[in-house]
């Protein structure tokens, strides 16, 4: 396994992640007010002809989807945290240098890095692979497979 690759994919996909925490943190908010805030009648009815009530049906799904959504919460959140754990054991500059190749990344990120720096581009870029190794370091223990 290419554990930089991994590193990269991570910090690059970290924002998309928070977000997603976000959203299905509301998710999980509305599904337990519908499943649980609401009274619904004849949810306790004996269905006439046997088998389940459709009332105890959407219940039984409700309760299904809302596991789901936790467990996607809860996968995501591990994935945060652990890039978060990485990033803090680095210095600002690596931070900064990582934040701006794959995090946010704007156009022309080389330039203004090595301008705010006071650096040239090559040293940019073997900043960059430095901070992408202790990064990866601190994230999965390894560099190389």
Same mark, same amino acid.
């Given at each position: 396994? +290419?554990?930089?690759? !991994?590193?990269? +994919?991570?910090?690059?996909? /970290? ?11 509301? !998710?999980? #908010?509305? @599904?337990?007010?519908?499943? $649980? &805030? ?11 002809? &046997?088998?389940?009530?459709?009332? !105890? ?15 996607? $919460?809860?996968?995501?959140? #591990?994935?945060?945290?652990?890039? !978060?754990?990485? @990033? ?7 931070? %900064? ?7 946010? #990344?704007?156009?022309? /990120? ?6 705010? $720096? /006071?650096?040239? #581009? ?10 992408? %190794? %202790?990064?990866?370091?601190?994230? $999965? &223990?390894?560099?190389?497979?």
């Amino acid at each position: 396994m +290419n554990w930089k690759k !991994e590193a990269e +994919n991570d910090l690059k996909a /970290h924002e998309k992640r928070k977000a997603a925490l976000r959203s299905l943190a509301e !998710e999980i #908010r509305e @599904l337990q007010a519908r499943t $649980y &805030g609401s009274t619904t009648p004849a949810t306790d009815a004996v269905p006439v002809q &046997g088998g389940t009530s459709t009332a !105890e049906k959407r219940l039984i799904a409700a309760i299904d989807e809302l596991d789901r959504k936790k467990e996607a $919460y809860r996968a995501t959140k #591990r994935k945060v945290d652990a890039v !978060e754990r990485g @990033l803090a054991t680095l210095t600002a500059q690596q931070v %900064d240098i990582l934040d701006r190749f794959f995090i946010h #990344r704007t156009r022309g /990120h080389v330039d203004s890095l090595a301008a705010d $720096y /006071h650096i040239e #581009r090559t040293r940019v870029y073997d900043l960059k692979d430095a901070a992408i %190794d %202790d990064f990866t370091i601190a994230r $999965y &223990g390894i560099i190389d497979s």
